[in-house]
């Protein structure tokens, strides 16, 4: 197995975890009668995420873990992104 195939698996694994993730933090949301908008999620992502950390934060004195779970997906995806660039090129 070469590295490139490696670095896609982990990609669209963290993709996946974001995307989960993502719907997580919506429903979240939305079961504290927030108003959210499913068809705009994802350009709204940002400013839910923010609603998220805010009310966690308010509610059990922490951050949520989903806020942590959405942060690091989508590092892990930029991360593997960015590998798969350098490793073409080189």
Do not use: C
Request: net charge positive; proline share 1%.
């Amino acid at each position: 197995m070469s590295l490139t195939t490696i670095l896609i698996a982990i990609g669209l694994l963290a993709v996946m975890w974001y995307v989960t993730t993502t719907i997580l933090i919506y429903d979240a949301l939305r079961k504290r009668n927030i108003k959210v908008s499913f068809l705009f999620l994802r350009f709204l992502i940002l400013k839910y995420a923010s609603q998220y950390k805010e009310i966690t934060l308010k509610e059990t004195g922490k951050v949520g873990p989903l806020f942590y779970h959405w942060i690091i997906s989508i590092n892990i995806a930029l991360v593997s992104a960015i590998l798969i660039l350098l490793v073409i090129i080189a």
